[in-house]
Structure formats: C-alpha cells, structure tokens
C-alpha cells in the first residue's frame, strides 16, 4: 500500500516542474505545456484526497478540470495562431504589446 | 514492496522524467512528444487511486484531443527552429529554480504535516468506487448545475476559438 502523502509528493514535484518551464522557457507553446502539466498536478491532488477519503467529489472536481483544459486548449492555441500570424514569432522576449 | 509500490515508482520516476523532458527538450515536437509520455503514465497513477473512468479520460482527451491539437499548431506554425541560449546558466533560470525548489520545500512540508489525517488507504473502497456509472450519477445529481455550466464553457470555447483563429470573418 502507497500512502497518500507519497501521491501528494508526487504531485507537488509535477506542479513545481511545471512551474520552472513557466518561469523558464521563452517558447509560448512550450510555457502552455507546462500549464497543462500544472493543470495535470493539481488534478493528481484531487485523485488523491478523493481516494484517501473515499468520497467521489474530487473525481467529479478532477472531471470538471479536465475539461476547462480543453477548453483553454482551443482559445489559447487559437490566440497564438493569431499572435504568430500577426508578428510572426511565439518567443514571450519579443511579444510586449497587445495591439500591433 | 507489494505490486502497488513496485508501480507506483515506475509511473512517478516515469513522470518526472517525463516532465524534465517536457521542460528540457530543444524542439517543441520533442517536448509535446514527452507531455504525452508523461500523460500516459500519469493515468496509469490514476488507476492505482482506484479512478479507472479519470485514467480513460486523460489518455482519450488529454493524450487523445488536447496533444493532438498541440501538434497540429506547432507544425502549422513551423516552429523548429530552436532557442537560441543553450545550457547556459541564465539568470532567469536560475531564479526560476529557485522559486521552484522554494515552492516545492513549502508544499513539501506542508503535505508532510497533514499527511498523517488521511488514514483510510489501507481499506479497499466500495465496489463502485471510481466507475463511470457512480461518476455519471454524481454528476447529474450533486453536480448537474456546474455540469451545464461547463457545457456551456465548451460551446463558447468552440466559437471563441473559430473567431480568433480565423483571419477574416
């Protein structure tokens, strides 16, 4: 048996990874990988507690955050269509102004 | 070490694997290569915490749809060309880092203290534990109200997204 602190663990070193590529990477498309990751580590905490508690509340919250991902998915990749079509980069160094 | 254990290892060092090769890689292909790896054993830990109807939704829309729509952007914007600074040590990386370790001792810490309160895992949960029958119940019963909500989030992402992708309309 795994108790649920070693799950907890686990998520929390997802989320930190996923927020080192946030504050490091200078792709835009690499930095929203990294959010899903963030995104993929809290629903892990959600899973855990709901395992530990035995109460199926967190599969339905882990539920309602997978599908916001998708939705964030479809507009932010469809933003950074739109940004690359405009300026012709995704490097968040070059990208400082919202009208171009 | 019991099964449980033995999997546990193998999918979390999968994971941070994953997750380092997701944040390493120089092409971004390679990095939404590794995301899917790391979404695929993360749904094998979801079927070790007795989620089995979750595990089948990250691979069918997380690994399935979301990387999928990844790679289609990144190979319609041609985005391969790499990063200019390599290895280096920049200082952005490593306040970056830091941040990060910070945020990792705090949360380490925490969840350490208010891990013994959990107690239950020893006790196998009900037979209906996690299925997609007492999942679908849940959410048209307890959760019917956000469920619509949600619905309706996905519909306006759809629009939204055709809109501002599209040039001209």
Not at chain 1, 27 to 54: D, G, K, P, S, W
Not at chain 2, 56 to 79: D, E
Request: charged share 10%; hydrophobic share 60%; net charge positive.
């Amino acid at each position: 048996m795994v108790p649920t602190s070693h799950y907890l663990i686990l998520a929390a070193i997802l989320f930190c990874m996923g927020m080192f590529g946030v504050l490091v990477r200078r792709n835009a498309l690499v930095v929203f990988m990294c959010i899903e990751l963030m995104l993929n580590a809290a629903n892990l905490t959600f899973l855990a507690f709901a395992r530990a508690r035995q109460d199926m509340s967190g599969h339905a919250a882990a539920f309602f955050v997978i599908v916001v991902a998708a939705a964030e998915a479809a507009i932010g990749l469809a933003i950074m269509i739109a940004v690359f079509r405009s300026r012709g980069t995704l490097n968040i160094g070059e990208i400082k102004t919202m009208k171009y | 070490m019991s099964v449980e254990q033995v999997l546990f290892w193998a999918f979390g060092t999968c994971i941070v694997v994953g997750a380092a090769g997701v944040i390493s890689a120089r092409n971004a292909v390679n990095s939404a290569m590794a995301l899917v790896a790391t979404f695929f054993f993360l749904a094998g830990i979801y079927l070790l915490l007795w989620a089995p109807s979750l595990a089948v939704l990250q691979v069918l829309v997380y690994a399935g749809a979301i990387m999928v729509l990844f790679l289609f952007v990144i190979m319609l914007l041609s985005l391969s060309e790499t990063e200019s600074q390599g290895g280096r040590m920049t200082l952005s990386r490593i306040l970056g880092g830091a941040a990060a370790a910070a945020l990792l001792w705090a949360l380490e810490s925490t969840l350490l203290r208010i891990a013994p309160v959990a107690r239950s895992m020893a006790t196998a949960p009900s037979r209906d534990f996690g299925t997609l029958k007492s999942l679908g119940v849940l959410l048209y019963s307890q959760y019917l109200l956000p469920f619509e909500v949600v619905s309706l989030l996905l519909l306006v992402a759809i629009v939204g997204a055709v809109v501002v992708a599209k040039s001209r309309i």
